[in-house]
């Protein structure tokens, strides 16, 4: 994943290069193939924006011009109509969001109970019969400026929304995966799968799965035999 300021800048020039050129990338046939390739780049970038906006929980007061910066250009680009450019200043200004809420609220224990607790509460929506899962597919469907639009090719269309809230709690599990010593690089790689699992899921058995508790699973999972210490240990070590 990445790595430093440097891998950081590299890696949002490359996601808005790409969302930028996905509308003339070749149109892919099935639409389901189209879903899933669409889906899983413009996931993966977001992932590793989160990655290397995580080393901020290092030096919080770095949040502060990354959520002016960034909800700027937001801003900006929504009110042009530019909603899949404005998506990798998206990621940056909710995940910063994310890391301070793992900075402000740093005990170990919450670092376990609050991903267990938003999987249930995420579980019993999709049980329930609420809407728990990305809209996938090619979709003109028009966004809100609670989703991230994930572009897909060759259409102009989204090929699957992200919610601002799977995007906070990314950055919030990294950061408490870097603050308290877990497996942040395989917690990382764990919710891009949990992601890439409600994609499969919705594009090919048309089931929607919760996604944050797949996010939750992805990071709790690898890290599954250093958490019973985590509630041993006092709120700011």
């Known amino acids: 994943m990445v790595r430093g300021p440097a891998a950081l800048l590299a890696v949002v020039g490359a996601a808005l290069a790409y969302v930028l050129v996905a509308p003339e990338l070749p149109q892919l046939h099935p639409p389901e193939l189209s879903a899933l390739v669409a889906s899983a780049v413009g996931l993966t970038f977001v992932v590793a924006i989160v990655a290397g906006m995580a080393a901020m929980a290092d030096s919080p007061f770095t949040l502060f ?8 250009l937001v801003a900006a680009l929504d009110a042009n ?3 899949a450019a404005a998506t990798p200043f998206e990621v940056i200004l909710l995940c910063s969001l994310g890391i301070a809420f793992a900075v402000v609220f740093d005990a170990p224990a919450l ?5 267990l607790f938003l999987a249930a509460i995420d579980i019993g929506q999709a049980l329930g019969g609420g809407s728990a899962g ?4 090619s979709t003109s469907k ?9 572009p897909d090719w060759g259409t102009g ?9 799977d995007v906070l709690f990314l950055g919030a599990f990294a950061a408490y995966a870097r603050r308290l010593g877990l497996r942040e690089r395989a917690a990382e790689v764990g919710m891009l799968l949990g992601l890439l699992a409600a994609v499969a899921s919705e594009v090919l ?5 919760p996604t944050i508790a797949l996010m939750a699973a992805g990071y709790l999972l690898p890290n599954i ?13």
């Open 65 to 72: 011009p990354a959520v002016l910066g960034s909800g700027l």
């Open 81 to 83: 109509g530019a909603a």
């Open 111 to 115: 670092a376990v109970a609050l991903p």
């Open 134 to 137: 990305l809209f996938t597919l």
């Open 142 to 150: 028009p966004g809100d400026v609670l989703t991230l639009d994930l």
């Open 157 to 165: 269309l989204a090929a699957a929304r992200l919610s601002a809230t």
């Open 205 to 209: 058995l048309d089931t929607q799965l």
């Open 225 to 237: 035999d250093r958490l019973g210490g985590l509630f041993a240990r006092p709120v700011g070590e």
